[in-house]
């Protein structure tokens, strides 16, 4: 599933460090299961449902975590 992160000129202007782990998250794998993480991130919302390991934008993202496709 293609995804995309648009940020404006001043978007991206504010928010430097934001925008450039959203820069660095791009080559990485992502599954539909992680979009809360990155929406969590992205709002700057705080949960203890909140999973480092699975928010692409974060350092500690597991780009080798298993993907069950067609069994």
Do not use: C
């Amino acid at each position: 599933i293609p995804f995309w992160i648009w940020g404006s000129a001043t978007y991206r202007t504010k928010h430097p460090e934001l925008w450039a782990s959203i820069v660095r998250a791009a080559g990485k794998r992502g599954m539909t299961d992680t979009l809360p993480q990155i929406l969590y991130h992205l709002a700057g919302i705080h949960t203890k449902w909140y999973f480092p390991e699975m928010d692409m934008l974060n350092d500690a993202y597991r780009n080798d975590r298993k993907r069950i496709i067609r069994n």
